[in-house]
Every structure is written in C-alpha cells, then in structure tokens.
Nanobody
Framework: QVQLVESGGGSVQAGGSLRLSCAAS????????MRWFRQAPGKQREWVAD???????NYVDSVKGRFTIARDNAKNTMYLQMSSLKPEDTAVYYC????????????????WGQGTLVTVSS
C-alpha cells in the first residue's frame, strides 16, 4: 500500500533551521499535490504549505518568507526547509497527500504520515 514517512524533526533554538522530508512509498504512479500540516500542543491541526507536481506552491501567512516547500517527483519526496524558526513553530509536522494515483490505476485518498516533532526553544 501507499505510505508517507516524515523525517528531519528535532530540537533547535529560535532563529535556527531544520529541513523536513516526506517520502512516499508504494506502487505510486503520480501524486498531484502534497501538503504539510502541523499541530501544536493543545491546538488544532493547521495547514502550513502545499506544492503541486508542477512546482507551484502556497504557504500560510505565518511562514511566508521563512519556510520553503519543494519536491522531487522522481523520488516521490517532499521537503520543507524551515529557517528563522520561532517558538510558535513548535509542533508535530505531518505530510499529507489528498490524492495518489497508483500503478494499477487505482486511487488512494487522504494519506497521512505519522508526524515528526519540531521543538523550537527561545
């Protein structure tokens, strides 16, 4: 089956940087859009950024100019380069693919990774 696995989380001081990765595996033919979400302690999960297979990207206002989303379609991998991190960026970061087309012509909807924790200290 299709699986998303995040990596790259950790602890960093304010102003620092981290790069998250999300690797998709399985019999994947194509992934139209891939998304990053995050969930801070005691808060609802929020959308952070997304990227389409043509490279076009969107960001939530709070991370614009600090985070950069990218993807390698050949590797079915998405990245989130996070810079100028703030304590309010502390959260579990999840990757999501709302629509995956498989090699057999099937469709897998709304796939989520297990999450990776990012902690930013002041």
């Amino acid at each position: 089956q299709v699986q998303l696995v995040e990596s790259g989380g950790g602890s960093v001081q304010a102003g620092g940087s981290l790069r998250l990765s999300c690797a998709a595996s399985g019999r994947i033919f194509s992934i139209n859009v891939m998304r990053w979400f995050r969930q801070a302690p005691g808060k609802q999960r929020e959308w952070v950024a997304d990227i389409f297979n043509d490279g076009s990207a969107n960001y939530v206002d709070s991370v614009k100019g600090r985070f950069t989303i990218a993807r390698d379609n050949a590797k079915n991998t998405m990245y989130l380069q996070m810079s100028s991190l703030k304590p309010e960026d502390t959260a579990v970061y999840y990757c999501n693919a709302p629509y995956i087309t498989t090699m057999g012509g099937g469709v897998v909807l709304d796939t989520w990774g297990q999450g990776t924790l990012v902690t930013v200290s002041s």
